[in-house]
């Protein structure tokens, strides 16, 4: 009675039918730009300026023999305690491009901080002195920039004082009683002083002034000096 209540199947197969499908996610494509050997060494470059970092300090200790080339292993641990941060994708294309020719396993370290120093200091000028370095960190940021008008009342100004005819005492000197850190620079308040010593600060109007003292204007510390 049990059989013939229960229901009847087809005949299943012991093979599979097709294959399974694979466990877990595809891997995903790699950026384009962790193979472009020229972003890898900007990113190397711009940490180097940013932070004063120099990788053959950290890879020279691996050369015992002085041989100019380490050991792919070493040459990822210097990086690695270096502080450059770099995907493992990014540290073989640095390895590959810069390997020993005749040595794959190895890496010429001494031609990597040669290209990379390039971001510190510029080499070969002992052969040309009269190159410029190139200036890799821009300078620092002034406040000293005049428009056209503002450099037409600087040029009028100073051409006041300089035909002031001053037979009591020469304004350096003032200027260097004024500097007693002997830094090259005063405060705007002891240039007014100055000025006034002198007898020439009403020849000059408050915007002329203003404008003398932010073309010659200095930042020392928390304050302007002149």
Do not use: W
Not at 43 to 59: A, S, T
């Amino acid at each position: 009675a049990l059989l013939n209540d229960l229901e009847e199947r087809p005949v299943e197969s012991a093979t599979v039918a097709r294959a399974l499908p694979p466990v877990g996610t595809p891997h995903a494509a790699h950026d384009p730009a962790q193979t472009d050997i020229v972003q890898i060494l900007a990113k190397i470059k711009g940490r180097m300026v940013r932070e004063g970092l120099r990788p053959r300090d950290y890879l020279r200790q691996f050369d015992k023999h002085n041989e100019l080339v380490i050991a792919r292993p070493d040459f990822y641990r210097g990086m690695a305690s270096a502080g450059f941060v770099l995907t493992p994708l990014e540290m073989d294309t640095v390895m590959d491009v810069f390997c020993a020719p005749t040595r794959r396993r190895y890496i010429d370290y001494d031609r990597f901080c040669r290209t990379v120093g390039e971001a510190l200091a510029q080499e070969g000028l002992e052969r040309a002195p009269l190159l410029q370095p190139v200036p890799h960190a821009p300078p620092p940021p002034t406040n000293n920039f005049l428009n056209f008008e503002e450099r037409s009342i600087v040029s009028k100004a100073l051409d006041k004082l300089s035909k002031h005819h001053d037979q009591v005492s020469n304004i350096f000197e003032i200027f260097k009683e004024a500097d007693r850190e002997q830094c090259g620079s005063v405060p705007q308040v002891a240039v007014q002083r100055a000025l006034s010593r002198r007898g020439v600060l009403a020849l000059l109007s408050a915007r002329e002034l203003q404008l003398i003292c932010k073309c010659f204007g200095y930042r020392r510390g928390c304050g302007d000096e002149v």
